[in-house]
């Protein structure tokens, strides 16, 4: 379902910022595959994309898209009611930008305020969160739903293959995939206490825990040649890496 309007009196852009900020430190490379991510859509699909974007959280991504591609049309979805109150909060003007509350893993196509095809489908940092059954039904979804010549542009850490153990133990020592805070700097365990502890978010926050969605951990599945053979069965017609880093990757699909 769509999601409803955000509470008054709370400082929404500063909790934004909070969010960004912590996300940075865990992803120092965070920026460079925002705007990898930009310069795709704009030159796969013109400047005036609709857009889907998948696992938005508080919609990070989708400000930066609109900052620079004002005419983009942009569905935000996500499943987590926290982080969608700061997006309605924070970006709620933007009127362009439509804030779903869906779950990926479900019959989110329901929820969509606009008919497809759509040029493009986005995600950062979100993807991961999916077991490998879940992705591959999401891929065979987005395939339904972006035009001819549309794109997926997922930007997450693609772990290298099975047989590249030796590369992938190197990469990890060269940048480790969840760097730590330095000292005194808000985390993202010490962010999510705070937003648990905030009044403004007490009915969100309870909503969240009742979900419950727990994270794969440990899941050896998600590495890029997974991906990439999940998309070609899928129905698209190229996979490739746009944008890298070691593992942290922007991984483009050709519909």
């Keep these: 379902m769509a999601t409803s309007q955000a509470p008054a009196g709370v400082d929404w852009a500063a909790w934004l910022r909070r969010w960004d900020a912590q996300q940075q430190l865990h992803i120092p490379d965070r920026e460079a595959r925002f705007s990898a991510i930009v310069d795709a859509v704009k030159a796969f699909a013109g400047s005036s994309p609709r857009i889907l974007d998948l696992g938005c959280g508080p919609g990070s991504l ?10 983009a049309e942009i569905v935000a979805i996500d499943t987590d009611p926290v ?3 700061i997006g309605r909060g924070a970006l709620g003007g933007l009127r362009n ?19 497809p095809p759509f040029d493009a489908a986005v995600s950062t940092t979100a993807l991961h969160w999916l077991g ?7 891929y065979r979804t987005l395939a339904a739903l972006l035009r001819p010549g549309g794109v997926l542009l997922d ?14 133990d190197v990469a990890r020592a060269i940048a480790p995939e969840w760097p730590p805070a330095p000292e005194g700097a808000e985390d993202y365990a010490a962010w999510w206490e705070a937003a648990v502890a ?18 794969p951990h440990e899941n050896e599945g998600h ?8 998309l070609l069965a899928s129905g698209f017609a190229e996979v490739g890496t746009l944008w890298q880093r070691l593992a942290n990757r922007v991984m483009v699909a050709v519909r």
Excluded: M
């Excluded at 400000?63 to 005419?71: E, I």
């Excluded at 930008?97 to 008919?115: K, Y």
């Design 198 to 215: 905030e009044p403004a978010f007490a009915d969100a926050a309870a909503e969240r825990a009742r979900r419950g969605h727990d994270h």
């Design 155 to 168: 930007g997450d850490r693609l772990d290298f293959d099975h047989d590249q153990k030796t590369i992938g």
């Design 83 to 85: 982080l969608l109150g």
């Design 132 to 138: 490998l059954p879940d992705l591959v039904k999401l």
């Design 97 to 115: 930008l439509h804030f779903v509350d869906a779950d990926l893993r479900g019959d989110w196509t329901a929820a969509l305020p606009l008919s």
């Design 62 to 71: 989708s400000a930066r898209v609109l900052d620079r591609l004002p005419s």
């Design 223 to 230: 590495s890029y040649e997974f991906h990439r053979a999940a």
